[in-house]
Protein backbone atom coordinates (compact mmCIF):
# COMPACT_ATOMS: atom_id res chain seq x y z
CA UNK A 1 0.00 0.00 0.00
CA UNK A 2 1.27 3.32 -1.26
CA UNK A 3 -0.07 5.18 2.21
CA UNK A 4 2.04 4.39 5.46
CA UNK A 5 -0.71 3.61 8.18
CA UNK A 6 -0.44 0.87 10.79
CA UNK A 7 -4.00 1.02 11.78
CA UNK A 8 -5.90 1.18 8.14
CA UNK A 9 -8.49 -0.47 6.11
CA UNK A 10 -8.45 -1.52 2.92
CA UNK A 11 -7.83 0.24 -0.19
CA UNK A 12 -6.67 3.86 -0.25
CA UNK A 13 -7.10 7.34 1.64
CA UNK A 14 -7.09 8.99 -1.62
CA UNK A 15 -8.12 8.61 -5.13
CA UNK A 16 -4.45 10.18 -5.71
CA UNK A 17 -2.94 8.12 -3.04
CA UNK A 18 -4.35 5.32 -4.78
CA UNK A 19 -2.70 6.33 -8.39
CA UNK A 20 0.72 5.33 -6.39
CA UNK A 21 0.11 1.76 -5.36
CA UNK A 22 1.49 -1.04 -6.69
CA UNK A 23 1.43 -2.16 -10.37
CA UNK A 24 -1.08 -4.91 -11.14
CA UNK A 25 0.35 -8.53 -11.17
CA UNK A 26 -2.67 -10.23 -11.79
CA UNK A 27 -5.93 -9.94 -13.05
CA UNK A 28 -9.60 -11.64 -12.08
CA UNK A 29 -12.01 -12.12 -15.08
CA UNK A 30 -15.11 -14.00 -15.33
CA UNK A 31 -15.42 -16.59 -18.35
CA UNK A 32 -18.97 -17.08 -20.00
CA UNK A 33 -20.04 -20.53 -21.31
CA UNK A 34 -23.75 -19.71 -21.73
CA UNK A 35 -24.83 -19.66 -25.62
CA UNK A 36 -21.68 -20.93 -26.90
CA UNK A 37 -22.20 -23.96 -27.29
CA UNK A 38 -20.05 -25.70 -24.48
CA UNK A 39 -21.76 -27.37 -21.87
CA UNK A 40 -19.52 -26.12 -19.03
CA UNK A 41 -20.20 -23.68 -15.92
CA UNK A 42 -18.88 -20.04 -16.30
CA UNK A 43 -15.54 -19.14 -14.36
CA UNK A 44 -13.43 -17.07 -12.73
CA UNK A 45 -9.98 -16.46 -14.94
CA UNK A 46 -7.09 -15.48 -12.59
CA UNK A 47 -4.78 -14.19 -15.49
CA UNK A 48 -0.60 -13.05 -14.57
CA UNK A 49 0.11 -9.78 -15.96
CA UNK A 50 2.99 -9.55 -14.70
CA UNK A 51 5.95 -8.76 -17.66
CA UNK A 52 8.87 -10.23 -15.58
CA UNK A 53 6.58 -13.28 -14.40
CA UNK A 54 7.52 -16.78 -16.87
CA UNK A 55 3.75 -17.27 -17.21
CA UNK A 56 3.03 -13.62 -18.29
CA UNK A 57 0.05 -13.45 -20.30
CA UNK A 58 -1.32 -16.64 -19.39
CA UNK A 59 -4.20 -17.93 -17.67
CA UNK A 60 -3.06 -19.46 -14.69
CA UNK A 61 -6.23 -20.73 -12.48
CA UNK A 62 -9.29 -21.58 -13.37
CA UNK A 63 -12.29 -21.38 -10.80
CA UNK A 64 -15.44 -23.27 -12.09
CA UNK A 65 -18.57 -22.17 -10.74
CA UNK A 66 -21.05 -25.59 -9.95
CA UNK A 67 -23.90 -24.50 -12.06
CA UNK A 68 -24.75 -23.96 -15.92
CA UNK A 69 -25.38 -21.11 -17.29
CA UNK A 70 -25.30 -18.14 -14.94
CA UNK A 71 -23.93 -15.82 -16.78
CA UNK A 72 -21.24 -14.09 -14.48
CA UNK A 73 -20.68 -10.54 -15.46
CA UNK A 74 -19.31 -8.11 -13.45
CA UNK A 75 -17.63 -8.85 -9.95
CA UNK A 76 -16.91 -6.28 -7.02
CA UNK A 77 -15.45 -6.70 -3.35
CA UNK A 78 -16.63 -7.29 -0.18
CA UNK A 79 -14.92 -4.34 1.00
CA UNK A 80 -12.95 -1.31 -0.67
CA UNK A 81 -11.48 1.92 0.41
CA UNK A 82 -14.83 3.19 1.47
CA UNK A 83 -13.55 1.12 4.79
CA UNK A 84 -10.09 2.24 4.70
CA UNK A 85 -10.90 4.28 7.90
CA UNK A 86 -11.77 0.10 10.04
CA UNK A 87 -8.47 -1.64 9.89
CA UNK A 88 -11.04 -4.58 11.26
CA UNK A 89 -11.94 -4.71 7.38
CA UNK A 90 -9.63 -6.46 4.41
CA UNK A 91 -10.08 -7.01 0.92
CA UNK A 92 -10.48 -11.02 0.60
CA UNK A 93 -13.84 -11.91 -1.26
CA UNK A 94 -14.58 -11.28 -4.41
CA UNK A 95 -18.62 -11.21 -5.05
CA UNK A 96 -19.50 -12.20 -8.59
CA UNK A 97 -23.48 -11.43 -9.28
CA UNK A 98 -24.76 -13.49 -11.90
CA UNK A 99 -26.97 -11.64 -14.75
CA UNK A 100 -29.37 -14.56 -15.71
CA UNK A 101 -29.75 -17.04 -12.99
CA UNK A 102 -29.37 -14.30 -10.29
CA UNK A 103 -26.85 -16.46 -8.27
CA UNK A 104 -24.29 -14.63 -6.47
CA UNK A 105 -20.98 -16.29 -5.69
CA UNK A 106 -18.53 -15.17 -2.92
CA UNK A 107 -15.06 -15.77 -3.77
CA UNK A 108 -12.06 -16.36 -1.65
CA UNK A 109 -9.38 -14.14 -3.67
CA UNK A 110 -7.30 -13.55 0.18
CA UNK A 111 -6.04 -17.02 0.94
CA UNK A 112 -4.17 -17.25 -2.32
CA UNK A 113 -4.54 -14.54 -4.47
CA UNK A 114 -2.97 -16.74 -7.41
CA UNK A 115 -5.58 -19.47 -7.04
CA UNK A 116 -9.23 -18.16 -6.19
CA UNK A 117 -11.48 -21.13 -4.29
CA UNK A 118 -15.31 -20.35 -3.87
CA UNK A 119 -16.42 -19.51 -0.41
CA UNK A 120 -20.11 -19.26 -0.51
CA UNK A 121 -23.09 -19.76 -3.17
CA UNK A 122 -26.31 -17.51 -2.34
CA UNK A 123 -29.24 -19.25 -3.92
CA UNK A 124 -31.74 -17.18 -5.94
CA UNK A 125 -34.37 -18.21 -3.83
CA UNK A 126 -32.81 -16.36 -1.03
CA UNK A 127 -32.87 -13.64 -2.99
CA UNK A 128 -36.27 -13.94 -4.27
CA UNK A 129 -37.71 -14.30 -0.55
CA UNK A 130 -36.04 -11.54 0.73
CA UNK A 131 -36.23 -9.10 -2.03
CA UNK A 132 -38.50 -10.25 -5.08
CA UNK A 133 -35.52 -8.95 -7.39
CA UNK A 134 -33.28 -11.13 -9.77
CA UNK A 135 -31.07 -10.39 -12.72
CA UNK A 136 -28.50 -9.31 -11.00
CA UNK A 137 -25.43 -6.80 -12.51
CA UNK A 138 -23.50 -4.49 -10.50
CA UNK A 139 -21.96 -4.88 -6.96
CA UNK A 140 -20.42 -2.31 -4.78
CA UNK A 141 -19.28 -2.23 -1.16
CA UNK A 142 -20.51 0.75 1.16
CA UNK A 143 -18.64 1.79 4.28
CA UNK A 144 -21.71 0.32 6.18
CA UNK A 145 -20.00 -2.92 6.21
CA UNK A 146 -22.46 -4.24 3.09
CA UNK A 147 -22.58 -5.03 -0.24
CA UNK A 148 -24.82 -3.67 -2.38
CA UNK A 149 -25.65 -5.08 -5.72
CA UNK A 150 -28.41 -3.58 -8.40
CA UNK A 151 -31.15 -5.58 -9.90
CA UNK A 152 -32.72 -5.70 -13.79
CA UNK A 153 -35.54 -7.13 -12.67
CA UNK A 154 -38.15 -8.91 -10.80
CA UNK A 155 -38.36 -13.10 -10.58
CA UNK A 156 -40.65 -13.36 -13.89
CA UNK A 157 -37.99 -10.91 -15.87
CA UNK A 158 -40.16 -7.51 -15.98
CA UNK A 159 -38.27 -4.91 -14.88
CA UNK A 160 -37.30 -3.81 -12.08
CA UNK A 161 -34.27 -1.74 -10.89
CA UNK A 162 -34.04 -2.40 -7.06
CA UNK A 163 -30.83 -3.28 -4.81
CA UNK A 164 -29.98 -6.40 -2.72
CA UNK A 165 -27.82 -5.81 0.37
CA UNK A 166 -25.57 -8.37 1.78
CA UNK A 167 -23.94 -8.16 5.07
CA UNK A 168 -20.22 -8.24 4.05
CA UNK A 169 -18.87 -10.58 6.87
CA UNK A 170 -21.62 -13.54 6.91
CA UNK A 171 -22.84 -12.90 2.87
CA UNK A 172 -26.74 -13.46 4.02
CA UNK A 173 -28.98 -11.77 2.21
CA UNK A 174 -30.46 -8.60 4.75
CA UNK A 175 -33.11 -7.51 1.75
CA UNK A 176 -33.22 -5.04 -0.40
CA UNK A 177 -31.29 -1.19 -0.29
CA UNK A 178 -34.70 0.72 -0.91
CA UNK A 179 -37.50 0.98 0.63
CA UNK A 180 -40.48 -1.53 0.09
CA UNK A 181 -42.23 -0.74 -3.06
CA UNK A 182 -39.61 2.10 -3.78
CA UNK A 183 -37.34 0.37 -6.88
CA UNK A 184 -36.97 2.04 -10.12
CA UNK A 185 -38.71 0.97 -13.00
CA UNK A 186 -35.84 -0.40 -14.65
CA UNK A 187 -32.17 -0.63 -13.30
CA UNK A 188 -28.44 -1.77 -14.52
CA UNK A 189 -25.55 0.39 -12.82
CA UNK A 190 -24.80 2.49 -10.18
CA UNK A 191 -22.97 4.90 -8.24
CA UNK A 192 -23.05 6.95 -5.13
CA UNK A 193 -21.34 9.86 -3.82
CA UNK A 194 -22.11 10.18 0.16
CA UNK A 195 -20.82 13.63 1.04
CA UNK A 196 -23.89 14.56 -1.77
CA UNK A 197 -26.10 12.47 0.15
CA UNK A 198 -26.67 10.89 -3.47
CA UNK A 199 -26.71 7.54 -5.41
CA UNK A 200 -27.69 7.84 -9.19
CA UNK A 201 -28.81 4.17 -10.97
CA UNK A 202 -28.78 3.83 -14.52
CA UNK A 203 -31.32 1.25 -17.06
CA UNK A 204 -30.80 -1.09 -19.31
CA UNK A 205 -34.11 -2.88 -20.20
CA UNK A 206 -36.15 -5.65 -18.84
CA UNK A 207 -34.64 -8.97 -18.90
CA UNK A 208 -37.30 -10.64 -20.95
CA UNK A 209 -36.43 -7.70 -23.53
CA UNK A 210 -33.15 -7.80 -23.32
CA UNK A 211 -32.08 -11.43 -22.61
CA UNK A 212 -31.97 -13.49 -25.91
CA UNK A 213 -30.62 -10.24 -28.32
CA UNK A 214 -31.48 -6.88 -29.62
CA UNK A 215 -35.09 -6.51 -31.49
CA UNK A 216 -35.05 -3.32 -33.11
CA UNK A 217 -38.48 -2.79 -32.64
CA UNK A 218 -38.32 -3.51 -28.65
CA UNK A 219 -36.78 0.48 -29.18
CA UNK A 220 -39.55 1.73 -31.25
CA UNK A 221 -41.75 0.21 -28.81
CA UNK A 222 -39.99 2.40 -25.80
CA UNK A 223 -38.91 -0.52 -24.17
CA UNK A 224 -35.46 0.16 -23.57
CA UNK A 225 -33.93 2.86 -21.24
CA UNK A 226 -33.20 6.70 -21.41
CA UNK A 227 -33.38 7.62 -17.57
CA UNK A 228 -31.29 8.42 -14.55
CA UNK A 229 -32.47 8.15 -11.23
CA UNK A 230 -31.40 10.31 -8.70
CA UNK A 231 -31.42 8.34 -5.05
CA UNK A 232 -31.17 10.11 -1.53
CA UNK A 233 -28.60 7.78 -0.11
CA UNK A 234 -29.81 8.79 3.45
CA UNK A 235 -33.33 7.85 3.19
CA UNK A 236 -33.03 4.80 0.00
CA UNK A 237 -35.54 6.73 -2.23
CA UNK A 238 -35.91 8.49 -5.68
CA UNK A 239 -36.15 11.83 -5.70
CA UNK A 240 -35.33 12.99 -9.17
CA UNK A 241 -35.73 11.27 -12.61
CA UNK A 242 -33.57 12.67 -15.13
CA UNK A 243 -34.69 12.72 -18.96
CA UNK A 244 -31.99 12.05 -21.42
CA UNK A 245 -32.15 13.51 -24.53
CA UNK A 246 -29.77 11.33 -27.21
CA UNK A 247 -29.51 8.93 -24.15
CA UNK A 248 -31.01 5.95 -25.10
CA UNK A 249 -29.48 2.65 -23.06
CA UNK A 250 -27.73 4.62 -20.33
CA UNK A 251 -25.23 1.99 -18.86
CA UNK A 252 -22.16 2.68 -17.27
CA UNK A 253 -21.95 5.36 -14.33
CA UNK A 254 -18.82 7.08 -12.87
CA UNK A 255 -18.89 9.91 -10.67
CA UNK A 256 -15.57 11.57 -10.66
CA UNK A 257 -13.53 9.59 -8.16
CA UNK A 258 -12.96 13.49 -5.86
CA UNK A 259 -15.69 12.23 -3.48
CA UNK A 260 -16.37 16.41 -3.11
CA UNK A 261 -17.28 15.97 -7.31
CA UNK A 262 -20.96 16.93 -7.67
CA UNK A 263 -20.77 15.41 -11.29
CA UNK A 264 -19.92 12.41 -13.66
CA UNK A 265 -20.38 10.74 -16.83
CA UNK A 266 -22.77 8.29 -17.84
CA UNK A 267 -22.03 5.83 -21.36
CA UNK A 268 -25.71 5.66 -23.32
CA UNK A 269 -25.32 3.03 -25.64
CA UNK A 270 -27.56 2.82 -28.10
CA UNK A 271 -27.32 6.94 -28.65
CA UNK A 272 -23.89 6.34 -28.32
CA UNK A 273 -23.38 9.55 -26.31
CA UNK A 274 -21.57 10.52 -22.97
CA UNK A 275 -23.96 12.50 -20.56
CA UNK A 276 -22.57 14.73 -18.06
CA UNK A 277 -24.66 14.97 -14.82
CA UNK A 278 -23.94 17.14 -12.33
CA UNK A 279 -25.72 19.27 -9.10
CA UNK A 280 -27.18 22.42 -9.19
CA UNK A 281 -27.25 25.23 -6.73
CA UNK A 282 -30.50 24.48 -5.78
CA UNK A 283 -29.41 21.04 -4.60
CA UNK A 284 -31.65 19.24 -7.90
CA UNK A 285 -29.64 17.29 -10.39
CA UNK A 286 -29.02 17.74 -14.13
CA UNK A 287 -27.82 16.10 -17.55
CA UNK A 288 -26.44 17.89 -20.82
CA UNK A 289 -24.66 15.47 -23.81
CA UNK A 290 -21.25 16.49 -23.84
CA UNK A 291 -19.69 13.43 -26.64
CA UNK A 292 -21.98 12.31 -29.60
CA UNK A 293 -20.29 9.48 -31.73
CA UNK A 294 -21.83 9.93 -35.24
CA UNK A 295 -23.66 6.69 -36.32
CA UNK A 296 -22.37 5.26 -39.83
CA UNK A 297 -24.73 4.93 -42.65
CA UNK A 298 -23.75 0.89 -44.23
CA UNK A 299 -24.97 -1.61 -45.78
CA UNK A 300 -24.71 -5.83 -45.32
CA UNK A 301 -26.05 -5.15 -41.20
CA UNK A 302 -28.98 -5.30 -39.28
CA UNK A 303 -29.90 -1.92 -39.72
CA UNK A 304 -29.39 0.47 -42.52
CA UNK A 305 -26.98 3.38 -39.65
CA UNK A 306 -24.73 1.40 -37.28
CA UNK A 307 -24.42 3.26 -33.78
CA UNK A 308 -21.12 3.09 -32.14
CA UNK A 309 -22.56 1.52 -29.28
CA UNK A 310 -20.90 3.08 -25.98
CA UNK A 311 -20.65 -0.15 -23.59
CA UNK A 312 -18.05 0.63 -20.95
CA UNK A 313 -16.69 3.66 -20.11
CA UNK A 314 -13.48 5.10 -17.46
CA UNK A 315 -12.83 7.65 -15.48
CA UNK A 316 -8.74 7.96 -13.58
CA UNK A 317 -8.19 7.88 -10.64
CA UNK A 318 -6.69 11.62 -10.91
CA UNK A 319 -10.12 12.65 -12.92
CA UNK A 320 -8.02 14.05 -15.50
CA UNK A 321 -8.84 11.44 -18.67
CA UNK A 322 -12.01 9.56 -19.57
CA UNK A 323 -12.24 6.58 -21.65
CA UNK A 324 -14.93 4.60 -23.54
CA UNK A 325 -15.29 1.78 -25.44
CA UNK A 326 -17.53 1.44 -29.10
CA UNK A 327 -18.61 -2.21 -29.04
CA UNK A 328 -19.49 -1.97 -32.74
CA UNK A 329 -17.42 0.58 -34.59
CA UNK A 330 -14.28 -1.19 -32.66
CA UNK A 331 -12.78 1.81 -31.21
CA UNK A 332 -11.27 2.73 -27.55
CA UNK A 333 -11.10 6.39 -26.86
CA UNK A 334 -9.47 8.34 -24.42
CA UNK A 335 -10.93 12.15 -23.81
CA UNK A 336 -9.07 14.89 -21.51
CA UNK A 337 -11.70 15.96 -19.14
CA UNK A 338 -9.93 18.90 -17.75
CA UNK A 339 -13.33 20.93 -18.54
CA UNK A 340 -15.90 18.54 -17.95
CA UNK A 341 -18.66 20.93 -19.54
CA UNK A 342 -15.99 20.33 -23.00
CA UNK A 343 -13.85 16.79 -23.10
CA UNK A 344 -11.16 16.74 -25.89
CA UNK A 345 -10.50 14.31 -27.81
CA UNK A 346 -6.41 13.09 -27.29
CA UNK A 347 -6.61 9.05 -28.56
CA UNK A 348 -7.94 6.68 -30.74
CA UNK A 349 -7.38 3.36 -31.37
CA UNK A 350 -9.43 0.61 -33.46
CA UNK A 351 -9.53 -3.03 -32.20
CA UNK A 352 -11.65 -5.36 -34.10
CA UNK A 353 -15.11 -4.00 -34.91
CA UNK A 354 -17.75 -4.60 -37.29
CA UNK A 355 -16.60 -2.25 -40.08
CA UNK A 356 -13.42 -3.66 -41.05
CA UNK A 357 -12.06 -3.97 -44.41
CA UNK A 358 -12.79 -7.05 -45.61
CA UNK A 359 -16.29 -8.01 -43.46
CA UNK A 360 -19.74 -8.22 -44.59
CA UNK A 361 -20.33 -4.28 -43.74
CA UNK A 362 -19.28 -1.50 -46.09
CA UNK A 363 -19.57 1.59 -45.11
CA UNK A 364 -21.40 3.95 -47.47
CA UNK A 365 -20.99 7.60 -45.30
CA UNK A 366 -18.84 8.12 -42.36
CA UNK A 367 -18.36 11.29 -40.74
CA UNK A 368 -15.38 10.41 -38.72
CA UNK A 369 -13.45 8.64 -41.39
CA UNK A 370 -11.80 8.19 -44.44
CA UNK A 371 -11.85 4.79 -45.16
CA UNK A 372 -12.86 1.33 -43.10
CA UNK A 373 -10.10 0.08 -40.06
CA UNK A 374 -7.72 -2.47 -41.21
CA UNK A 375 -8.64 -5.94 -38.70
CA UNK A 376 -6.78 -6.38 -36.29
CA UNK A 377 -4.11 -9.29 -35.81
CA UNK A 378 -2.27 -9.61 -32.61
CA UNK A 379 0.79 -12.53 -32.16
CA UNK A 380 -1.18 -14.14 -35.02
CA UNK A 381 -4.97 -13.76 -33.62
CA UNK A 382 -7.29 -12.08 -35.64
CA UNK A 383 -9.43 -10.31 -32.93
CA UNK A 384 -12.89 -11.43 -33.14
CA UNK A 385 -15.66 -8.75 -31.60
CA UNK A 386 -14.66 -5.08 -30.70
CA UNK A 387 -13.80 -3.36 -27.54
CA UNK A 388 -15.87 -3.73 -24.34
CA UNK A 389 -14.98 -3.96 -21.07
CA UNK A 390 -11.73 -1.62 -20.37
CA UNK A 391 -10.34 -1.41 -16.98
CA UNK A 392 -7.29 1.35 -16.25
CA UNK A 393 -4.32 0.80 -14.28
CA UNK A 394 -3.69 2.76 -10.88
CA UNK A 395 -1.32 4.96 -12.43
CA UNK A 396 -3.10 5.49 -15.45
CA UNK A 397 -0.74 4.37 -17.91
CA UNK A 398 -1.82 0.92 -19.04
CA UNK A 399 -5.87 -0.03 -20.19
CA UNK A 400 -6.97 -3.54 -20.71
CA UNK A 401 -9.85 -4.92 -23.04
CA UNK A 402 -11.64 -7.58 -23.48
CA UNK A 403 -14.33 -7.87 -26.37
CA UNK A 404 -17.43 -9.55 -25.27
CA UNK A 405 -20.38 -7.64 -24.12
CA UNK A 406 -23.17 -9.99 -23.21
CA UNK A 407 -23.48 -14.00 -24.54
CA UNK A 408 -26.77 -13.48 -26.09
CA UNK A 409 -25.74 -9.83 -28.18
CA UNK A 410 -22.54 -11.99 -28.68
CA UNK A 411 -23.86 -14.69 -30.79
CA UNK A 412 -25.83 -12.30 -32.54
CA UNK A 413 -23.61 -9.10 -33.45
CA UNK A 414 -20.01 -11.08 -33.16
CA UNK A 415 -21.14 -14.84 -34.71
CA UNK A 416 -17.13 -15.27 -34.93
CA UNK A 417 -16.91 -14.18 -31.34
CA UNK A 418 -18.61 -17.56 -30.07
CA UNK A 419 -16.20 -19.49 -32.84
CA UNK A 420 -13.29 -17.71 -31.89
CA UNK A 421 -13.48 -16.73 -28.06
CA UNK A 422 -12.78 -13.15 -26.92
CA UNK A 423 -9.62 -11.72 -26.17
CA UNK A 424 -7.87 -9.90 -23.10
CA UNK A 425 -5.53 -6.96 -24.58
CA UNK A 426 -3.58 -4.22 -23.38
CA UNK A 427 -3.29 -0.58 -24.71
CA UNK A 428 -0.48 1.50 -23.56
CA UNK A 429 -1.78 5.03 -22.80
CA UNK A 430 0.72 8.26 -23.07
CA UNK A 431 -0.68 10.46 -19.61
CA UNK A 432 1.26 13.52 -20.31
CA UNK A 433 0.13 14.36 -23.87
CA UNK A 434 -2.75 11.91 -23.99
CA UNK A 435 -2.63 9.18 -26.70
CA UNK A 436 -3.30 5.09 -26.86
CA UNK A 437 -0.86 2.36 -28.47
CA UNK A 438 -1.25 -1.51 -28.49
CA UNK A 439 1.11 -3.36 -26.46
CA UNK A 440 1.80 -5.94 -29.90
CA UNK A 441 3.39 -8.31 -27.42
CA UNK A 442 0.05 -8.69 -25.18
CA UNK A 443 -2.58 -11.58 -25.72
CA UNK A 444 -4.70 -13.81 -23.95
CA UNK A 445 -6.35 -15.78 -26.07
CA UNK A 446 -10.11 -17.33 -24.49
CA UNK A 447 -10.22 -19.25 -28.03
CA UNK A 448 -7.90 -21.59 -26.81
CA UNK A 449 -9.42 -22.78 -23.62
CA UNK A 450 -9.11 -26.15 -22.55
CA UNK A 451 -13.22 -26.80 -22.79
CA UNK A 452 -13.32 -24.50 -25.80
CA UNK A 453 -13.74 -20.84 -26.58
CA UNK A 454 -14.85 -18.31 -23.84
CA UNK A 455 -16.35 -15.07 -23.44
CA UNK A 456 -14.07 -13.07 -20.85
CA UNK A 457 -15.75 -10.27 -19.63
CA UNK A 458 -14.77 -7.90 -16.43
CA UNK A 459 -11.47 -7.23 -15.14
CA UNK A 460 -10.41 -6.98 -11.31
CA UNK A 461 -7.00 -6.03 -9.59
CA UNK A 462 -6.73 -8.20 -6.50
CA UNK A 463 -6.40 -4.38 -4.56
CA UNK A 464 -8.89 -3.06 -6.21
CA UNK A 465 -9.29 -0.61 -9.22
CA UNK A 466 -11.21 2.68 -10.64
CA UNK A 467 -14.51 1.04 -11.42
CA UNK A 468 -14.53 -0.73 -8.03
CA UNK A 469 -13.37 1.80 -5.39
CA UNK A 470 -15.27 5.20 -4.73
CA UNK A 471 -13.77 7.81 -1.38
CA UNK A 472 -16.00 8.68 0.75
Not at 34 to 56: C, F, H, I, M
Amino acid sequence: MATKCGNCGPGYSTPLEAMKGPREEIVYLPCIYRNTGTEAPDYLATVDVDPKSPQYCQVIHRLPMPNLKDELHHSGWNTCSSCFGDSTKSRTKLVLPSLISSRIYVVDVGSEPRAPKLHKVIEPKDIHAKCELAFLHTSHCLASGEVMISSLGDVKGNGKGGFVLLDAETFEVKGTWERRGGAAPLGYDFWYQPRHNVMISTEWAAPNVLRDGFNPADVEAGLYGSHLYVWDWQRHEIVQTLSLKDGLIPLEIRFLHNPDAAQGFVGCALSSTIQRFYKNEGGTWSVEKVIQVPPKKVKGWLLPEMPGLITDILLSLDDRFLYFSNWLHGDLRQYDISDPQRPRLTGQLFVGGSIVKGGPVQVLEDQELKSQPEPLVVKGKRVAGGPQMIQLSLDGKRLYVTTSLYSAWDKQFYPDLIREGSVMLQVDVDTVKGGLKLNPNFLVDFGKEPLGPALAHELRYPGGDCSSDIWI
